[in-house]
């Protein structure tokens, strides 16, 4: 059947029979988990008896869904994302009415009253800190990220705002796994479209979230208060790295862009599938201009992330808080490579339809240099990798693979070694043309890069608003509080403070068979 008559396939029916593994991916974040808070205890309304208990109805629900997430098995958390978000949402308001009264701002328009008693104190785990930095408490499970305790209102809600923005990541993570996953029934064009354009919204929220973040963390630096362990302030709190973060979601967002109408990465996933017998279709041609304009916003996608790289290295440094976890970094840096490859691409295409096969050959070659910076093993005269070498790397590309269909924490690389496999297509059948029918010189690619344009961005940033509590909600709260409600949570939070924490292993106590699924209990 051959591969170019694999290329000559509509974009639908590639996609339709494709095996495992996505092009894209996002930054794989676990959602952190927290400790009771008992509002009452630490401040008062003489104008708005009912907002502390409210409020902390509101932290209870978040906190119980939390567990539930940290509790399932994981072919089963993605199921807890809405939610998740759903109680962050209805939490984040009366957060917020409480952080605005007390710094003397009025909430909707109206006055409210609220008396500290003493400094609020929470609990949260660091998502974003390397794991040697934090001590883990004693009922913490190995290899989790211990807790951080938090002092102010104001910290409550940097990390209420870090799980929000960690929630829409991990959503839109998982309607990408949903539609690239071998098994699932693909949809339609517009479904498909519908699910891409859902996951890049998720990726601006988070964009705007952590753009919010920047200046409010900077506040609190400026202020001295917030989080520490150990006099050292945790990486959530550090506005370096919510700029950081709000730069890997743009990026993210944009390359997405781009995945609606790549057809290539489908192609050699096409390739790959030994089941597949539909290959003698013709198949559209991917405009020229349209080419261009993915690999100006593949540059744009590239850009984000080295700015990125850049402020998670360095942001211990200006803030002397913790150092960011190196798997975030190295995120960051495969996802650059990724972009300026995906870029290297285009325009080798470009090159290509144009006729200028030795040209489209050099900056395939350059694009392999991003992906593949490290040769692993020896290589052929061609720059290919042979021998040993050779038989790594498809261990690695097999286990990423294996990670998709399970479910696990896949994506690590970005998407580099989808982008590598796509480059070694394109550049062995322009070989093979070039070698036998145009014979054109290839040049070197080193000058092709230095002549690279500018990136053109395609989404804008938009902040986010922080909400306000509705003016029949503040009515309500002039009522006095529910004294049985009262009770009923605290018994709640003290009957199991660090659940969520726990990991149960098989036959322990008291949440080890409940947090582990059927599968999974084998002796």
Same mark, same amino acid.
């Given at each position: ?5 694999i ?6 029916t ?7 593994t996505?092009?894209?991916m ?14 009452p ?17 509101q ?10 997430y ?16 759903s ?46 930095a ?15 305790t ?22 839109a993570?998982?309607?990408?796994r949903?539609?690239f ?22 990726l ?32 959530e ?9 709000a $730069?890997?979601a743009?990026?993210? *967002?944009? =390359?997405? !862009?781009?995945? &609606?109408?790549?057809?290539?990465? +489908? #192609?050699?996933? %096409? ?5 597949d017998?539909?290959?003698?279709v013709?198949?559209?041609?991917i ?18 992330a080295?700015?990125a ?9 200006a ?36 006729? $200028?096969?030795?040209?489209?050959? *050099?900056? =395939?070659? !350059?694009?392999? &240099?991003?992906?593949e910076?490290? +040769? #692993?093993?020896? %290589? ?10 050779k ?26 070694i ?5 480059v070694?297509?394109l ?7 070039n ?7 290839i ?11 500018s990136?053109r ?6 902040r ?13 709260m ?16 003290d ?12 036959g ?16």
């Amino acid at each position: 059947m051959g591969l170019i008559a694999i290329l000559h396939r509509p974009l639908l029916t590639v996609l339709v029979h494709s095996p495992v593994t996505a092009n894209e991916m996002i930054l794989p974040l676990s959602i952190p988990t927290t400790s009771p808070l008992a509002y009452p205890a630490h401040l008062t309304s003489p104008s708005h008896p009912s907002l502390p208990l409210t409020t902390q109805t509101q932290h209870a629900v978040l906190r119980s869904a939390l567990k539930a997430y940290a509790h399932a098995p994981t072919t089963q958390k993605p199921s807890h994302f809405t939610a998740i978000v759903s109680a962050l949402n209805n939490y984040i308001p009366y957060l917020f009415a409480i952080a605005a009264s007390l710094d003397g701002k009025p909430v909707n328009g109206e006055e409210v009253d609220v008396v500290l008693k003493q400094e609020v104190e929470c609990e949260w785990k660091s998502i974003l800190a390397t794991t040697s930095a934090v001590a883990w408490p004693k009922k913490s499970g190995r290899g989790k990220k211990g807790r951080v305790t938090l002092r102010g209102i104001d910290a409550e809600v940097v990390m209420v705002l870090t799980t929000l923005a960690t929630a829409h990541r991990s959503r839109a993570r998982e309607q990408l796994r949903g539609i690239f996953t071998a098994g699932n029934a693909f949809p339609e064009p517009e479904a498909r479209t519908k699910v891409i354009a859902g996951a890049m919204r998720g990726l601006l929220d988070a964009n705007g979230i952590h753009g919010y973040l920047v200046n409010s963390c900077a506040s609190m630096m400026a202020a001295g208060t917030g989080g520490d362990w150990k006099g050292i302030q945790p990486p959530e709190f550090c506005p370096g790295v919510h700029n950081g973060l709000a $730069e890997i979601a743009m990026s993210e *967002a944009t =390359l997405l !862009a781009v995945l &609606k109408d790549d057809p290539y990465p +489908a #192609i050699v996933m %096409q390739t790959r599938d030994k089941s597949d017998k539909e290959w003698m279709v013709k198949a559209p041609d991917i405009p020229k201009v349209r080419v261009h304009l993915f690999a100006r916003l593949c540059i744009a996608a590239g850009e984000h992330a080295g700015i990125a790289e850049a402020l998670f290295s360095s942001s211990h440094v200006a803030s002397k808080a913790m150092k960011v976890d190196e798997e975030i970094v190295d995120y960051s840096r495969n996802l650059k490579r990724t972009a300026r490859a995906k870029a290297c691409r285009f325009f080798g295409i470009d090159q290509e339809l144009s006729g $200028e096969t030795g040209k489209a050959i *050099a900056w =395939l070659r !350059a694009a392999r &240099k991003e992906v593949e910076p490290v +040769a #692993i093993g020896s %290589q052929d005269g061609k720059g290919w990798v042979k021998g040993w070498g050779k038989v790594k790397k498809g261990f690695e590309e097999k286990r990423e693979d294996r990670r998709i269909e399970k479910g696990g924490e896949w994506g690590s690389d970005a998407g580099r070694i989808e982008e590598g496999r796509v480059v070694e297509m394109l550049e062995r059948k322009w070989t093979k043309m070039n070698d036998t029918m145009n014979t054109q010189l290839i040049p070197p690619f080193e000058p092709l890069l230095a002549s690279m344009p500018s990136g053109r961005e395609i989404h804008s940033s938009t902040r986010y608003k922080a909400p306000e509590l509705d003016v029949d909600m503040i009515e309500r709260m002039r009522a006095p509080p529910d004294v049985d409600e009262a009770g009923a949570l605290a018994r709640d939070d003290d009957s199991s403070e660090d659940d969520a924490d726990i990991d149960g292993l098989p036959g322990a106590f008291p949440c080890g068979v409940a947090s582990r699924s059927a599968a999974q209990e084998y002796y």
